[in-house]
């Protein structure tokens, strides 16, 4: 069987390459989806998602019993539970290391933003509030210390930026990383204390949901910013929502919400928030090395290949598989 699923749209490109491999099934585009499913899913060894808002659990992959394969666009698979698909002989794979670089970039673009306000700034000459005076001055990068939560792939590219920006950078994970220099703090909290920017890239899901409390943002304090990139669920929102309305912490950059795409309309309304529609890894040049991975992870799988970005959770070869 060469049958894969797409339950949602995705980049065309995915599209005409799975056609040309396989026999593809658009489920956006059946009239009626239950019947649809019902139809196709003994069928189904392949499923191509998209990172985003549509959760791939136990319940849905559950309905394809010859379901082997399920591969996501993005590194971030917190909408794939992946613990399940490993437990029943399902493989999950991502698309890592093609957009650390693109994420990196897009970090310190929004720290910019964030601490010298370039946005606001951009705003004020369309207003034509130049003529009537100077943009007011900013703060810095300069002498600042910023703490990575979570030095993966992409907080290490994002460190080495921060190091040419002459930024002194430190960090937090669950364990120290080997191969950097940079201080390791052992707690979260003892790492927000001594940082004035804390800048989260961490991966989502229930083992990092709400890691950025109202501690955590009182211990970066008054003027400390907070930038983040990891996914929405990793900063508890309304706290970070309070922490800026009393000034408890001084600004915050954000390209991730809990609720994609919806934004608290409390951030919009605030002049000391810089706002990203989720776009790290949005440029043409990335997303098509994410998309040609989406491709080439189930094209390996039905050549009878190794994939070749597994997440950790479904190894391979994939083990044993329990009855679904
Ligand atoms: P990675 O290489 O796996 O790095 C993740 C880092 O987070 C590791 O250093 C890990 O260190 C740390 N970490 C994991 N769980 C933790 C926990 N419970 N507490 C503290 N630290 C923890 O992943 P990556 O490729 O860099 O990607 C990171 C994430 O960035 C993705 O999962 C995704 O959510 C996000 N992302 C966002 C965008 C965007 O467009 N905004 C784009 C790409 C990725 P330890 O194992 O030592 O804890
Ligand atoms: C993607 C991301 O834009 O890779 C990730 O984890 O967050 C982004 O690169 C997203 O997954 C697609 O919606």
């Not at 060469?2 to 065309?12: E, H, N, Q, T």
């Not at 369309?126 to 703490?147: C, H, M, V, Y």
Request: charged share 20%.
């Amino acid at each position: 069987m060469r049958d894969v699923l797409m339950p949602a749209p995705m980049m065309p490109m995915i599209a005409e390459q799975l056609a040309g491999v396989a026999t593809l099934h658009k489920l956006w585009e059946a009239p009626d989806r239950d019947a649809a499913l019902a139809a196709l899913a003994p069928k189904i060894v392949a499923m191509a998602v998209g990172g985003g808002h549509q959760p791939i659990d136990a319940a849905f992959m559950g309905r394809f019993p010859n379901l082997k394969i399920v591969s996501s666009f993005g590194v971030g698979y917190d909408h794939v539970d992946a613990a399940w698909a490993g437990a029943h002989g399902i493989l999950v794979t991502n698309t890592p290391d093609v957009l650390n670089e693109e994420v990196a970039d897009t970090a310190l673009g929004l720290l910019l933003c964030t601490v010298r306000r370039f946005p606001q700034a951009e705003r004020f000459v369309r207003a034509g509030k130049w003529l009537e005076g100077n943009f007011p001055l900013t703060d810095s990068l300069r002498g600042k210390t910023i703490g990575i939560l979570g030095l993966g792939r992409i907080g290490k590219a994002i460190a080495r930026r921060c190091e040419a920006f002459g930024l002194k950078v430190v960090y937090h994970g669950r364990s120290p990383q080997d191969d950097v220099g940079y201080l390791y703090f052992p707690t979260l909290l003892g790492m927000a204390r001594a940082v004035d920017i804390l800048l989260v890239i961490t991966p989502g899901g229930p083992a990092t949901a709400g890691l950025v409390n109202a501690e955590v943002l009182d211990a970066l304090g008054p003027r400390g910013t907070l930038i983040n990139v990891a996914r929405g669920s990793v900063v508890d929102e309304p706290a970070l929502v309070e922490a800026l309305r009393q000034g408890r912490i001084a600004a915050a950059g954000l390209d991730v919400f809990a609720d994609e795409p919806r934004v608290p309309q409390a951030l919009i309304e605030m002049d000391n928030v810089v706002l990203l529609p989720h776009v790290g890894s949005g440029s043409h040049h990335t997303r098509r090395a994410m998309a040609q991975l989406v491709i080439d992870n189930i094209a390996a799988f039905l050549d009878g290949r190794p994939p070749l970005t597994p997440v950790p959770e479904t190894p391979w070869p994939v083990a044993g598989a329990k009855a679904k």
